[in-house]
């Protein structure tokens, strides 16, 4: 076992609901150690601006440019994220002098990788310096830039997590903003894809039918019929049938085809249309899962998860049922990410993102000397 690190990671989803904060210690091979984790919500402002700045960064076409509102966006993002940090070293009684590392997500405002373009909003350094913690962030840069897919990142967490489970094949679905699975083989092997919608494109229809954030439990769902031949249109999306490694914007998918239905049936619509894509993600896997497990926002849908166990031969669980925190998991990675970018060790592999050869990445930055009081 190499040196073990006192890492934080935070976690901003494609669903714009806040920042999740996780505490782990790790060698970034094996976990050492998983702590306590919170989240801290956006106000309506914070989703406003980052609503405004995923719209502007559609014109992009390059991943440094900045305009207005991706400027304002990314400064009130980083402070938020500032702010977290430290509401939660107070909640939890930790010293930021004890953290070795923060692993810093950002805010993710566009990804073509097709364009060799992904943009996530954070400013390390402001972060380092507002923390006095060194951060590791822009980890999915290196990857698309040589090519490969830069999501999903989250695999090489997902193998360490689940090493002791007996089932093999597995599969650990994220279901997030977008959805994405991990297949983990007999053997270890890997393969990760985005596998279409997770919980955007239902967060959006519900906010603008309802004015609610999300289905709360899958109710409206539950309530509603989905219909089916839009289901089967959407489905024809050229997406589903590519090979991976694949991955997707929060935006590549538009619910046009359900303004004319009702709230419920719309939502009813865009479920079952989450739940049969993950569910087609076995197209892709060299054996059926002997076990699928859930992890995001999405696993408290009620409505997806049955529609998705209906869809699936072998059993469908939250991550709690074995041992893991669905809402920690993904801030929790990039915890150890963060560690194994340190290190040099490889966070992206030619299975989950394309990439030519396993690959490591990341920038880091480090707090600036405190200034002297004269």
Request: with cysteine.
């Amino acid at each position: 076992m190499g040196k073990v690190m006192r890492a934080i990671g935070l976690m901003s989803g494609t669903s714009l609901d806040g920042i999740d904060v996780a505490y782990l210690e790790t060698d970034g091979e094996t976990i050492v150690k998983r702590g306590p984790a919170r989240t801290f919500p956006y106000d309506d402002r914070m989703r406003d601006l980052l609503a405004k700045a995923i719209a502007a960064a559609a014109n992009l076409s390059t991943r440094d440019e900045r305009p207005a509102a991706l400027t304002e966006a990314e400064q009130a993002l980083t402070t938020r994220h500032a702010d977290a940090v430290a509401e939660f070293f107070n909640a939890v009684g930790i010293e930021p002098a004890s953290i070795d590392l923060i692993g810093f997500h950002g805010q993710t405002v566009l990804h073509r990788p097709e364009n060799g373009l992904t943009v996530q909003l954070g400013l390390g350094e402001l972060l380092a310096n507002a923390t006095r913690c060194p951060v590791i962030y822009d980890l999915r840069a290196a990857d698309v830039a040589a090519g490969g897919q830069g999501a999903p990142l989250v695999p090489a967490y997902h193998r360490a997590l689940t090493a002791k489970l007996p089932q093999r094949p597995l599969a650990i679905v994220n279901i997030g903003g977008v959805a994405n699975v991990t297949w983990i083989g007999r053997d270890g092997a890997l393969i990760a894809f985005d596998t279409g919608p997770g919980n955007a494109l239902l967060d959006d229809w519900m906010m603008r039918r309802a004015k609610l954030p999300r289905d709360e439990d899958g109710a409206a769902a539950a309530r509603g019929h989905a219909d089916e031949d839009i289901v089967r249109d959407l489905l024809g999306h050229a997406y589903f049938a590519k090979p991976p490694p694949k991955s997707l914007d929060r935006n590549s998918f538009a619910a046009h085809a359900i303004e004319n239905l009702s709230t419920d049936c719309g939502a009813a619509t865009l479920a079952v249309f989450t739940a049969q894509s993950i569910a087609r993600s076995r197209e892709h896997m060299p054996e059926e899962p002997e076990l699928w497990i859930v992890a995001g926002g999405g696993r408290r849908n009620r409505t997806i998860m049955r529609l998705l166990a209906e869809r699936v031969e072998h059993a469908v669980v939250p991550a709690e049922a074995v041992g893991i925190d669905g809402d920690s998991l993904e801030a929790e990675a990039w915890a150890y990410l963060a560690v194994r970018s340190v290190k040099g060790l490889p966070i992206t592999f030619p299975g989950t993102t394309g990439a030519p050869a396993p690959m490591t990445g990341g920038l880091r930055a480090d707090p600036s000397p405190a200034r002297k009081l004269i």
